[in-house]
């Protein structure tokens, strides 16, 4: 069937984008980010997921959720929660120019702990923060830095106070979404809890999905476009 053979055609491509070539050479560029050979062999097996390719996935799925039906949302660089608690909000009062943040329905914050991933869902239809984690975390310090992150950006472009007896701030349960059963798949997870939400999605998938959904990554970042 045609299907089979665009599958087997999507598999060489990952095959040979797994292969052996330049580092440095790169594979895709887009939204001012570039993604080297290198950095999709982090999507190989069991290995770490880096900055590079989850900031450009996240941006495949705010560029995807620009078409009718899907959710507005934004996603925050994975520097920039670094950077919010290294200079507090002056440091990034900037990030968002030209972004309205109260316009969006989701605010995606992509969290690193040295050697884990997380994410923080902001849903402002809601008025939800929510941590996700796939190693059943807690990230209740983390939801309430964004929360006043939010409050002087409200200030600051809306001059508008949020109330935060209006918000719900919580880290998800460790049985309410899918969980790694390994210590390399969290960057992966992460990026399909952004996925599965930014869809409206429930979050179904389970730690058997890692490997096809590594490839899929591949060929999503190299083709720019998602499946």
Not at 10 to 15: A, F, N, P, S
Not at 177 to 201: E, T, W
Request: glycine share 4%.
């Amino acid at each position: 069937s045609p299907f089979n053979c665009s599958f087997q055609a999507m598999e060489r491509e990952v095959i040979a984008a797994f292969g052996k070539g330049e580092p440095d050479e790169i594979m895709s560029s887009a939204f001012k980010l570039k993604v080297t050979r290198e950095d999709i062999h982090t999507l190989r097996n069991l290995r770490w997921l880096n900055d590079e390719v989850i900031n450009f996935y996240m941006s495949l799925l705010v560029e995807r959720n620009k078409k009718e039906g899907y959710p507005a949302v934004h996603a925050f660089s994975t520097f920039f929660y670094p950077k919010l608690i290294s200079g507090g909000y002056r440091a990034v009062r900037r990030w968002t120019r030209g972004v309205d943040l109260f316009k969006q329905d989701l605010i995606l914050v992509p969290i690193h702990l040295r050697v884990h991933w997380a994410l923080v869902v902001i849903d402002v239809r809601k008025k939800t923060i929510k941590y996700f984690d796939s190693m059943g975390q807690k990230g209740d310090k983390i939801c309430e830095t964004l929360f006043q992150y939010l409050q002087e950006e409200s200030r600051e472009k809306r001059n508008l106070e949020l109330t935060f007896s209006e918000w719900t701030l919580r880290s998800m349960e460790s049985h309410e979404i899918p969980q790694q059963l390994n210590g390399s798949d969290c960057g992966v997870f992460m990026c399909k809890y952004a996925d599965y939400i930014s869809r409206d999605k429930p979050i179904t998938f389970t730690q058997n999905h890692m490997p096809y959904f590594r490839k899929k990554m591949v060929w999503e970042i190299i083709h720019q476009q998602l499946l």
